[in-house]
């Protein structure tokens, strides 16, 4: 076992030894390139950051193929090629520019306004719907065949470059936020939930003044026994009769986060803030409901999810805080114009394709995990569906919808934005 040991080590040891003769090898062989170049007058200090990227990213080959796109001439070695295309780069950047796609140009001035220098290609397919890479006839992008490649080599556009694109290409335009024209369909039914919101609370807070609230005293969820009896108080109901409880499960839940309330054991009780509110303004209650529970660690809405096992992890700190997350849907609903119907999936979509609007659902995805933690793990796939997807949702209508503050149409996926008294809900009958 010894001699095994000792065999791989110095097996390990001659690997390493190879590995940094190639590396000082190609690195002596870079300096020369350099010295050679520089003696012949031809070092561009404004672009040789691009130098440098495309000695890094590209192979010979590769530069072969690309400096044809931009040069008249291929020279042979890489280091002429290179300093071909830096050539042709510093002697009429806008020439080049204009040789991209519409697209591609789209994706420079993205990359060179909004994203500082570095592509992002996840908001940019969210926003323009389309890949600005060109593909061959089996979809694979090539990019030693793509003149964007110059311009972002690695996905990102290096420095020197980027200071000389922001002279002249334009920004791009502003996303535009795409309404749908219709209400909701005919077979569903119109719910005003700006009018159950203040009967909902009312409702709520009376029932705490009685100590007939109860929570668990380590998670502050309610026991099952609440969430019955909300239930069959609620006006008109909860959203759906054939799934898990919405606004009852989460009516105690915002009430603790809200500072209206105190907790004695496991019993909920109003404080003087909540009293006034139950006594003499139940919209205030509400607003003081919406102003506080932007800022609640209370729950993670997400744990609803309990398919998706892990996220109490590494100490609780798997996920991100939801205190993180909601600030970025409330910026989005508040820019939204008030009695318009929007789809759920161009909400999803805005939350992908604008940074003011994107947000983090986790620090370790892969703690995450269906059915078996060896074999089950989530991050090796795109996982927004699974998790800022179904965030939203469930803050939009667990929360946002229970207070009164949105419409929902659950049957087309359409939701409205009309601030109370006008709020309405629509579900299927």
């Not at 870079?30 to 890094?56: C, T, W």
């Not at 791009?172 to 024209?181: G, M, S, V």
């Not at 039914?189 to 007939?212: C, F, G, P, Y």
Request: hydrophobic share 35%.
């Amino acid at each position: 076992m010894a001699v095994t040991c000792t065999a791989v080590c110095v097996g390990l040891a001659a690997l390493r030894t190879t590995g940094n003769n190639v590396l000082q090898k190609a690195n002596r062989t870079r300096k020369k390139e350099i010295m050679h170049r520089e003696k012949n007058g031809k070092k561009h200090d404004k672009l040789q950051i691009v130098d440098e990227a495309l000695d890094a990213e590209y192979l010979t080959d590769d530069l072969k193929h690309l400096a044809a796109l931009v040069c008249p001439t291929v020279p042979g070695k890489k280091a002429d090629r290179i300093e071909a295309i830096v050539t042709a780069f510093a002697k009429d950047p806008k020439a080049i520019f204009a040789g991209l796609s519409p697209l591609a140009q789209n994706a420079v001035a993205e990359t060179v306004h909004t994203w500082d220098g570095v592509f992002d290609s996840g908001m940019f397919r969210a926003k323009y719907s389309a890949s600005p890479w060109v593909v061959d006839g089996s979809g694979r992008h090539t990019p030693s065949r793509d003149l964007l490649s110059l311009f972002i080599p690695g996905g990102r556009i290096p420095d020197d470059l980027l200071k000389t694109l922001r002279s002249f290409v334009p920004a791009p335009a502003e996303d535009t936020i795409k309404y749908a024209e219709n209400g909701p369909d005919e077979e569903c039914t119109i719910r005003e939930t700006s009018r159950a919101a203040l009967a909902n609370a009312a409702m709520i807070l009376a029932l705490v003044a009685e100590k007939k609230i109860k929570v668990s005293t380590k998670t502050g969820r309610p026991t099952a026994a609440t969430v019955k009896t909300i239930g069959e108080l609620l006006y008109e109901g909860d959203w759906y009769n054939d799934i898990e409880p919405m606004q009852s499960f989460a009516w105690p839940l915002l009430l603790q986060g809200s500072g209206l309330v105190k907790t004695d054991g496991t019993c909920l009780e109003l404080n003087q803030a909540g009293l006034k509110a139950l006594k003499k303004d139940i919209a205030g209650g509400i607003k003081a409901i919406l102003n506080k529970w932007e800022k609640s660690s209370r729950i993670d809405e997400y744990s609803r999810v309990t398919a998706i096992k892990g996220q109490q992890s590494s100490g609780g700190r798997t996920m991100t805080s939801p205190a993180k997350r909601r600030p970025m849907i409330n910026r989005l609903l508040r820019d939204l114009s008030p009695g318009k119907w929007i789809n759920v999936n161009e909400l999803a979509r805005l939350t992908q394709s604008k940074a003011a609007y994107s947000f983090e659902m986790t620090n370790y995805d892969w703690k995450l995990y269906f059915l078996d933690q060896q074999y089950g793990h989530i991050d090796y796939h795109n996982t927004w569906s699974l998790l800022q997807f179904r965030y939203l949702l469930i803050y939009l209508f667990e929360y946002c919808a229970t207070l009164g503050t949105r419409s929902s149409n659950s049957c087309s996926g359409r939701l409205s934005n009309v601030p109370p008294p006008l709020s309405r809900s629509a579900r299927q009958p």
